[in-house]
T-cell receptor, first 110, second 112 residues
Framework: NAGVTQTPKFRVLKTGQSMTLLCAQDMNHEYMYWYRQDPGMGLRLIHYSVGEGTTAKGEVPDGYNVSRLKKQNFLLGLESAAPSQTSVYFC?????????FGPGTRLTVT | DAKTTQPPSMDCAEGRAANLPCNHSTISGNEYVYWYRQIHSQGPQYIIHGLKNNETNEMASLIITEDRKSSTLILPHATLRDTAVYYCIVRVIRGAGNMLTFGGGTRLMVKP
């Protein structure tokens, strides 16, 4: 099993550009999450999903959209990137009490 | 979810036990204590969780005080690879979305 994978690993965007981050899990987990982590800080929840076709806002959802069309995939979109969205983005999935995290995507917005 | 307080940093000698404290004085009766760690910019990794009894697994031991207002994560024989940020999180075991709220954590430095 690959676990949780994230694509891409690194990306540089210009202000105003858009992009989609892909998270995939092969553990048949119901729950999936997107977090961001700024330097020296803990993770903050952006959006999450409790099942295919459902999404909900987390702590810091502004500027992001998500979709969960397939159970194994959770997409995070930035419609108009801003320098404040420079961060490391982590995806996670869970079936119950334990969350499994991906390796992260390092995004820089200039 | 109850808020937790952890020291920002700790040092430990390699081969010695690392004892990481966490205060959660407002914990509710149905809230569990979870520990995760994050090694150098990798994704966080689950370590252990418990409700009121002490717990042990292959990675660590979790000691929860009788009043449940604080807990200690114990790494019995710390190695250099245990250098990481350790997060103590309190939440119900099956809440809406099973979300985790990460604080600042404790940066553990294991030294040779």
């Amino acid at each position: 099993n690959a676990g949780v994978t994230q694509t891409p690993k690194f990306r540089v965007l210009k202000t105003g550009q858009s992009m989609t981050l892909l998270c995939a899990q092969d553990m048949n987990h119901e729950y999936m999450y997107w977090y961001r982590q700024d330097p020296g800080m803990g993770l903050r929840l952006i959006h999450y999903s409790v099942g295919e076709g459902t999404t909900a806002k987390g702590e810091v959802p502004d500027g992001y959209n998500v979709s969960r069309l397939k159970k194994q995939n959770f997409l995070l979109g930035l419609e108009s990137a801003a320098p404040s969205q420079t961060s490391v983005y982590f995806c996670a999935s869970s079936l119950g009490y334990e969350q499994y995290f991906g390796p992260g995507t390092r995004l820089t917005v200039t | 979810d109850a808020k937790t307080t952890q020291p920002p940093s700790m040092d430990c000698a390699e081969g010695r036990a690392a004892n990481l404290p966490c205060n959660h004085s407002t914990i509710s009766g149905n809230e569990y204590v979870y520990w995760y760690r994050q090694i150098h910019s990798q994704g966080p990794q689950y370590i252990i969780h418990g409700l009121k009894n002490n717990e042990t697994n292959e990675m660590a031991s979790l000691i929860i005080t009788e009043d449940r207002k604080s807990s200690t994560l114990i790494l019995p024989h710390a190695t250099l690879r245990d250098t990481a940020v350790y997060y103590c999180i309190v939440r119900v075991i099956r809440g809406a979305g099973n979300m985790l709220t990460f604080g600042g954590g404790t940066r553990l430095m294991v030294k040779p």
